[in-house]
């Protein structure tokens, strides 16, 4: 998770398409590694029903909820990551009058 935190925040701060599609395979691959995890634990809990179609298919849907819901959690733990990263970074101050520049901290105040 760290590491797809990273490439996407060199991603967002360079525009590089390349790194965009690191993050979205990286992601991909996160789910499928998620996935399997859920799958081990697969459970059958509509074996009553009469019909099987429906039976695997609500057990599907039974298992494969925990997984989506996992992979949507780190998903935005990762975006909450990186615009906590993007907004602690240093700028420039516009009231410098220095040739090279002045550099000052982005303050990371929630009430501001």
């Known amino acids: 998770m760290i590491v797809l935190g990273i ?29 399997s995890f859920i799958q081990t634990w697969y459970l059958h809990l509509f074996t009553f029903l009469s019909r ?20 949507a959690f780190a998903q935005t733990a990762i975006n909450i990551a990186v615009d ?6 240093v700028k420039p101050s516009p009231t410098c009058t220095l040739p090279k520049g002045c550099l000052t901290r982005v303050s990371t105040d929630l009430a501001s």
């Open 84 to 89: 906590a990263v993007a907004k602690a970074q």
């Open 52 to 71: 099987p179609w429906l039976a695997n298919l609500l057990d599907f849907v039974v298992n494969i909820a925990p997984g989506i819901a996992l992979f």
């Open 7 to 35: 490439i996407k925040y060199v991603s967002d701060r360079s525009g590089a398409t390349i790194l965009h599609f690191f993050y979205v395979l990286g992601s991909g691959l996160m789910l499928a590694y998620i996935y």
